[in-house]
């Protein structure tokens, strides 16, 4: 079986990620002081309403500040409220995860 995340996440993360400092907000998680991630700043998603919409109407989407994880980096899965600082960016808190299905999540975050 192909290792999706050893031979595509791994190699992509090497050359784009960046270290963050990642601080869950459960004070019973041990905090993952410095991990590598890959920031957008003006991540377009589309919005629910858009998905179920198709046939009603038009929908919408919208730009957010989204932080790609490799889920190995953690010990416990990322969750709402968790806190991000990126470097030069500023703190988030996550707002919402969206698995990928292969190793890594889009954390959608929020100014902290």
Not at 3 to 23: C, E, I, M, Q, W
Request: hydrophobic residues 40%; negative net charge; proline residues 7%.
């Amino acid at each position: 079986m192909f290792d999706f995340d050893k031979h595509t996440n791994g190699p992509l993360f090497s050359v784009y990620a960046r270290p963050v400092a990642y601080s869950p907000a459960s004070k019973l998680v041990k905090p993952v002081e410095q991990l590598q991630a890959i920031f957008d700043r003006e991540h377009e998603v589309v919005l629910e309403e858009l998905a179920n919409s198709e046939l009603t109407g038009s929908g919408h989407s919208t730009t957010v500040p989204v932080l790609t994880v490799r889920l190995a980096d953690f010990a416990v899965k990322p969750a709402q409220g968790d806190l991000v600082t990126v470097p030069g960016e500023g703190t988030f808190s996550v707002w919402d995860d969206k698995p990928d299905g292969e190793g890594c999540a889009d954390l959608i975050l929020r100014k902290a």
